[in-house]
T-cell receptor
Framework: GDSVTQMEGPVTLSEEAFLTINCTYT??????LFWYVQYPGEGLQLLLK?????DKGSNKGFEATYRKETTSFHLEKGSVQVSDSAVYFC???????????FGKGTKLSVIP | GAGVSQSPRYKVAKRGQDVALRCDPI?????LFWYQQALGQGPEFLTY????????KSGLPSDRFFAERPEGSVSTLKIQRTQQEDSAVYLC?????????????FGQGTRLTVV
């Protein structure tokens, strides 16, 4: 079945630092890829998505590029803020599938 | 409603007790999903409804788990004879279509603790 492996946390960064959270996937065909975020006390929210190879998803200063050759979908942000502190999940949905396969999540803490 | 609503937010059950977890999806959303999230893990798929039809229950861990959505709106996840390994956060999500193509909106979850 499909699987997602993402960088283990927790990750602690100073405000304005550069963020990378690595994510690789295993899936049949060409899955859709997502990053979901869970802010403290809130439900999971879609942060960005990419549905085919070389697509770049972006939102709120975050971006991730669907790399078929390396089966990766790394999340990046050039300058993090305290408000970005949350748990980030890399997620795959197999081609034609409604099931979401989640990574274990990476907890990010940004300190002033 | 404005989003997916789940109740109760927290539930403590004695081992062997039956529990029922409720999910109110976004109005008009055809698809409804249940996921189980153990501590420190990502959510794992339990079951999927399209309207009132349960199209996939392959993720339900045992026959003690049962889900229904009788009128194609509100859904209930029932766990019979709860055991300690059932302790987890149970997440409900809804979407206009299948999650692979349209955004899945998640509720805040029900945290179940079996003692």
């Amino acid at each position: 079945g499909d699987s997602v492996t993402q960088m283990e946390g927790p990750v602690t960064l100073s405000e304005e630092a550069f963020l990378t959270i690595n994510c690789t996937y295993t899936a049949t065909g060409y899955p859709s890829l997502f990053w979901y975020v869970q802010y403290p006390g809130e439900g999971l929210q879609l942060l960005l998505k990419a549905t085919k190879a070389d697509d770049k998803g972006s939102n709120k200063g975050f971006e991730a590029t669907y790399r078929k050759e390396t089966t990766s979908f790394h999340l990046e942000k050039g300058s993090v803020q305290v408000s970005d502190s949350a748990v980030y999940f890399c997620v795959a949905a197999g081609a034609g599938s409604y099931q979401l396969t989640f990574g274990k999540g990476t907890k990010l803490s940004v300190i002033p | 409603g404005a989003g997916v609503s789940q109740s109760p937010r927290y539930k403590v059950a004695k081992r062997g007790q039956d529990v029922a977890l409720r999910c109110d999806p976004i109005s008009g959303h055809v698809s409804l999903f249940w996921y189980q999230q153990a501590l420190g893990q990502g959510p794992e798929f339990l079951t999927y409804f399209q309207n009132e039809a349960q199209l996939d229950k392959s993720g339900l861990p045992s026959d003690r788990f049962f889900a229904e959505r009788p009128e194609g709106s509100v859904s209930t996840l029932k766990i019979q004879r709860t055991q300690q390994e059932d302790s987890a956060v149970y997440l409900c999500a809804s979407s206009l279509g299948g999650a692979g193509y349209t955004e899945a909106f998640f509720g805040q979850g029900t945290r179940l603790t079996v003692v």
